[in-house]
Structure formats: structure tokens, C-alpha cells
């Protein structure tokens, strides 16, 4: 390596060292960004089926639309959602809240614990279920989910689904603009996640004649 090739890549180094270190102390500044997505899609399995899986299962709990989230507790206020209801009543509806508590660990925003009320709504022929932040948590200010399914023209499961948050973070001017993409991309990329969810959640019953009712230990 000549020496002018030598000091050359000297300098560079330097100047990127130089712009890591304005990068890390430069102060940030309170920044709050709001983003919405929304997906569907369909699962070629009957809507009573898919419903019943969900619901005998318990299954409600486990399809949190936020990515990087584990739920770690659940709590129903009223309701006992492996009785579907009488088999001889076409007309029955159930109907209750519940509390679930998320551990989120976001690459950008760290570990967060959340507490979401959960409202839910089965029909024979629609299931709703909707996760709202109570309080703000941290760097999350306002989260709310909703998740439909009904029977698509064919009679198959047919899910329509939508998040909406706000998180409020702080950054530089060098990695606003990075940060304020970031967020905007998290509800598309959890819905994705949650749609794939829901899909392993269907496929592990695709053996199983009847659903029965979750055993509670």
C-alpha cells in the first residue's frame, strides 16, 4: 500500500469515527409517531372450523399483533371461552373482557411490559377481538388492535385486520429519520407476524376430527 493510500484510508477512519461520536452524543429530541396498517386474508378452511379452533382453543390469546411480543399472562374477566355456546341454540353469543399482559422486546425501543384490555365478541358467524393499551407503557403511548373473521363467498375463514400505535421515542437529528421509518413500518411487519400466527394456529389442528375444549391445568 502506497503512502498516500495509507493516509487516505487514515482519514476516512477518522472522519467515521469522528461522525459515530457526534451520532452517540449529539442530543436527542422527543419525537412522537403515529402509524396504522391493516391486512386481510383467507384461509382455505371453513369459518366454523377456524372459529372453533380459536375459540375451544383458547387460541384468542396467543394472537397478540405486535411483533417481538410474548404473552406471559392472561386474565378473563367473564367469560369461559371453551363453552361455545349450546349446540342446539343457532342463535348464541358470548361476549367478555380479559387482561393480557405482553413482554415486547423491540430491537429499537428495548423491553417492554404491557398490560392490554381485551374485548372479545363470538357469533356463529363473526368473532371479534380487540387489544387496547389501558396506560401508556414507556415508549408505547397508545396501541389498539382489531381482528375479524367471518365466512369469505366460499364459506372459508375470511380474516380483516387493523393496528393502529403511537410511540414516542427520543433521537437525533443524524437518526430521526431512520427512527420515524422504523416506526412507521411496525404495524405492517406485526400484522404479518399475526397472520402468520394464526395460520400455524389452524394448520396444528388440520389432523384433528373434533376440537375439544382446552384442559386448564
Not at 10 to 23: H, K, N, P
Not at 37 to 62: H, P, Q
Amino acid at each position: 500500500m502506497s503512502r498516500f493510500a495509507a493516509v487516505t484510508v487514515i482519514v476516512v477512519i477518522a472522519v467515521l469515527l469522528i461522525a459515530a461520536t457526534l451520532v452517540l452524543f449529539v442530543p436527542g429530541k422527543s419525537i412522537e409517531v403515529t402509524a396504522s396498517a391493516s391486512d386481510s386474508f383467507v384461509i382455505g378452511t371453513k369459518m366454523e372450523r377456524v372459529r372453533k379452533i380459536l375459540v375451544r382453543t383458547n387460541s384468542v390469546k396467543t394472537i397478540v399483533a405486535m411483533a417481538n411480543a410474548v404473552l406471559t399472562d392472561q386474565e378473563w374477566l367473564n367469560l369461559k371461552l371453551e363453552n361455545e355456546g349450546s349446540l342446539l341454540d343457532r342463535n348464541w353469543n358470548l361476549s367478555g373482557q380479559g387482561k393480557l399482559t405482553v413482554l415486547s422486546d423491540d430491537p429499537w425501543l428495548g423491553k417492554q411490559e404491557l398490560t392490554l384490555d381485551q374485548k372479545i365478541e363470538v357469533q356463529p358467524e363473526r368473532l371479534e377481538s380487540t387489544n387496547t393499551l389501558g396506560e401508556p407503557s414507556n415508549s408505547i403511548r397508545a396501541y389498539t388492535s382489531n381482528l375479524v373473521l367471518t365466512p369469505d363467498s366460499n364459506g372459508n375463514a375470511e380474516f380483516q385486520s387493523r393496528l393502529d400505535l403511537t410511540i414516542q421515542t427520543r433521537a437525533n437529528w443524524f437518526i430521526r429519520k431512520t427512527a420515524e421509518a422504523r416506526i412507521r413500518e411496525a404495524p405492517a411487519k406485526a400484522l404479518q407476524n399475526m397472520e402468520q400466527a394464526i395460520r400455524d394456529i389452524v394448520a396444528s389442528h388440520d389432523d384433528e376430527i373434533l376440537i375439544l375444549p382446552t384442559v386448564k391445568q
